[in-house]
C-alpha cells in the first residue's frame, strides 16, 4: 500500500523554493482529527496528495483536450489519459478508499475521516476522483449495492464498479415535480407478473452521457396509495439498455456539458425490469436514498476544501505576479487584497475542521448519529467555497471568469453544490427545526435564571435594581 513515490520535477520545485513551499499533507492534518488517523493512512494521504498535485491536476487540460469537440463526440469520448492515470493510481494504492472500514469489507479499509481528508486533495483535480476510482456518483451506488444488493446484483453491478470498469447513475429527480421532496417523485413502477413496468422522466442524472454508464438505480412510485408517503417508493436496479429508455438530451451547468459524463434528461416508456431487480424491497425507497446521502455529503464537502485551497493557491498566485501591477503595486500591496486572503484562510480552515468533526461522528457509530454535523457541512462549505472563489475571480479581472483559469469552471461547479443532494434550505429548515426544539426549553431556563437571580440578590439584602437606573427628574433638579 505504502508505494515510495517520488517525483523529481516536483522535489526539486519545492526544496528550490523553501519560501512558502508547504509541508507534506499527513503534517497538516488539523490536530484534533490527528488522533484519530492510522499511520497507514497517513502515509497514503501523501500518496494522494503528489499524484494530484504532480500528474492529475496537469492532466486536467489534456483530458479536456481528449473529450473533443461536438456533443456526440464528448458523450461518446474516453480519453486515454484518464486509464494511464488509473493504472498509476492502482500501483500506488490509490483506489476505493471511500468505502468506510466499519460498514464495508470491499473498500481498501479507511474510515470516513481518513478517506475526507485524501478526498480534499481529490477535489482539486477534475480528474482524480476517477482516476481513483472514488468519484461521485458511483460511490453512493457502490455503497448501495455493497449495503442492499442481493449477491447476484453485486456480481453483475458492483464488481465490475468496484474494478472502475463501468460506471453507473442514480436516477431520482424529475422535471415535472419539485424534486427536493422525494415525496412528489412520480415516475410509475407498476407490477406486472415477475416484472415492473417503469414510465416517466428523469432529468439531472449524472453519469449517463458516458458510454460506460451501465446501470441506472431509479426511484419511482410503486405504492402511489400507500397511507404513508414514505412507503409508496421503491428503488430498482435498471440495465442501461432496457428497451424504452431514451436519453433525450444532455443539461449544460452554466455552459458546460461536464462530458463525458454529463447530466441527463431521460425517460422511461414502458420499461421492463424484472422483480429481481428491485433494491431491498418494495416501499423501502426512502430507506435507500437516506442510505446513500449521509457519507456521500461529507465526501462532495471535502472535495469542495480541496477546491477551495485551490481556488486560493490561484488567488495567491496572482496577487504575487510581478507582471500586474495595477496602480504601480503588485496586488499583494493593496491592502484590501491580503485582507481578502485572510478571510479564505479563515474560513477554509473552520470548515475543514467542522467537515472533519462530522467524519468522525460518522465513524463514531454511524450516518444517522451524524445527521446535524452532516447537515451543517452540506450548508457551510458550498458557501465557502462560493466566497474564496469569488475573491480569487475578482483578483484575476477579466480572465478570472474565462476559460484561461480553472476557476470559472469550479465556481460553476461548486453553485450547484447548493442545489445537488438537497438545496440548501431543506437542510437548514431541517437544522433550524431541530435547534428550534430547545426553544421552550431555553424561554424557561432564561426565566429561571433571572428568578433565581432576584432571590440571590435579596439574600445579599439587595433590591433588584437596573445597574444604570438613574431615575433623573428634570423639574426637580432645576429647582436646587
Ligand atoms: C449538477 C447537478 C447534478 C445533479 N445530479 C443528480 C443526480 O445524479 N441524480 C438526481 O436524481 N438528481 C441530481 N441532481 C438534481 C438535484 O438533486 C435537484 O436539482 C435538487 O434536489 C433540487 O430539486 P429540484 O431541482 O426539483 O428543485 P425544487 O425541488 O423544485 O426546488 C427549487 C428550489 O425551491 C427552494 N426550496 C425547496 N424546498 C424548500 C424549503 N423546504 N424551504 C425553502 N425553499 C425551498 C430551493 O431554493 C430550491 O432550490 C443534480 C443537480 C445538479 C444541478
Redesign the pocket.
Same mark, same amino acid.
Given at each position: 500500500m505504502s508505494v515510495p513515490y517520488k517525483i523529481e520535477a516536483m522535489e526539486e520545485m519545492l526544496v528550490n523554493s523553501s519560501k512558502g513551499a508547504p509541508t507534506k499533507a499527513s503534517d497538516r492534518i488539523p490536530i484534533i482529527a490527528k488522533p484519530f488517523v492510522s499511520e497507514r493512512a497517513m502515509k497514503l494521504l501523501d500518496v494522494v496528495e503528489k499524484f494530484v498535485e504532480e500528474e492529475c491536476i496537469p492532466a486536467d487540460a489534456v483530458f479536456q483536450q481528449q473529450v473533443g469537440t461536438g456533443t456526440e463526440t464528448r458523450f461518446s469520448a474516453h480519453p486515454p489519459i484518464l486509464e494511464d492515470l488509473k493504472k498509476r493510481a492502482r500501483e500506488l494504492g490509490l483506489w476505493n478508499m471511500f468505502l468506510p472500514k466499519n460498514h464495508f469489507k470491499e473498500g481498501a479499509g479507511f474510515s470516513n475521516l481518513e478517506y475526507g481528508l485524501m478526498a480534499e486533495y481529490l477535489g482539486k483535480s477534475g480528474v482524480a476522483s476517477e482516476a481513483t476510482n472514488c468519484a461521485a456518483?458511483d460511490t453512493g451506488n457502490m455503497e448501495v449495492f455493497a449495503k442492499y444488493g442481493t449477491q447476484e446484483q453485486k456480481d453483475r453491478w458492483l464488481k465490475p464498479l468496484l474494478e472502475g470498469q463501468i460506471r453507473s447513475?442514480?436516477?431520482?429527480?424529475e422535471p415535472e415535480?419539485? @424534486? %427536493?421532496?422525494a415525496t412528489n417523485i412520480s415516475l410509475t413502477m407498476k407490477k406486472e407478473g415477475n416484472d415492473y413496468i417503469l414510465n416517466g422522466s428523469?432529468w439531472? @442524472? %449524472?453519469?449517463v452521457g458516458d458510454p460506460r454508464c451501465q446501470v441506472y438505480i431509479v426511484m419511482g412510485k410503486t405504492d402511489p396509495s400507500n397511507a404513508s408517503v414514505y412507503k409508496q417508493q421503491s428503488v430498482m436496479f435498471v440495465p442501461f439498455d432496457t428497451p424504452g429508455i431514451t436519453i433525450h438530451r444532455m443539461l449544460s451547468?452554466m455552459g458546460f456539458d461536464d462530458a463525458p459524463h454529463g447530466?441527463g434528461h431521460v425517460t422511461f416508456n414502458n420499461v421492463r425490469v424484472p422483480a429481481a431487480n428491485m433494491c431491498l424491497g418494495e416501499g423501502r425507497g426512502f430507506e435507500v436514498i437516506q442510505g446513500r446521502l449521509g457519507p456521500g455529503r461529507i465526501h462532495h464537502a471535502m472535495r469542495s476544501i480541496g477546491a477551495a485551497e485551490k481556488a486560493l493557491e490561484w488567488f495567491l498566485a496572482r496577487i504575487n505576479d510581478p507582471k500586474k501591477k495595477p496602480f504601480g503595486k503588485q496586488l499583494h500591496e493593496h491592502g484590501v487584497m491580503l485582507e481578502r486572503v485572510a478571510h479564505s484562510r479563515i474560513e477554509i480552515d473552520a470548515s475543514r475542521l467542522q467537515v472533519l468533526n462530522a467524519a468522525i461522528m460518522i465513524d463514531s457509530k454511524d450516518a444517522k448519529f451524524a445527521l446535524k454535523e452532516i447537515a451543517e457541512a452540506k450548508v457551510l462549505v458550498p458557501d465557502m467555497l462560493l466566497r474564496v472563489l469569488d475573491r480569487a475571480i475578482q483578483a484575476y479581472g477579466g480572465a478570472g471568469v474565462s476559460q484561461d483559469t480553472p476557476l470559472a469552471n469550479m465556481w460553476a461547479h461548486g453553485r450547484?453544490m447548493r442545489?445537488?443532494?438537497?438545496?440548501d434550505?431543506?437542510h437548514a429548515?431541517q437544522l433550524g427545526r431541530n435547534e428550534n426544539k430547545r426553544g421552550e426549553f431555553c424561554l424557561k431556563k432564561i426565566n429561571w435564571q433571572k428568578k433565581r437571580s432576584e432571590e440571590m440578590a435579596q439574600s445579599y439584602g439587595l433590591q433588584k435594581r437596573d445597574l444604570l437606573q438613574l431615575d433623573r427628574k428634570w423639574s426637580e433638579k432645576s429647582k436646587l
Open positions: 456518483p447513475a442514480f436516477l431520482m429527480t415535480v419539485a @424534486s %427536493s421532496d428523469k439531472w @442524472s %449524472s453519469g451547468v447530466h450547484t442545489i445537488v443532494d438537497g438545496p434550505e431543506v429548515l
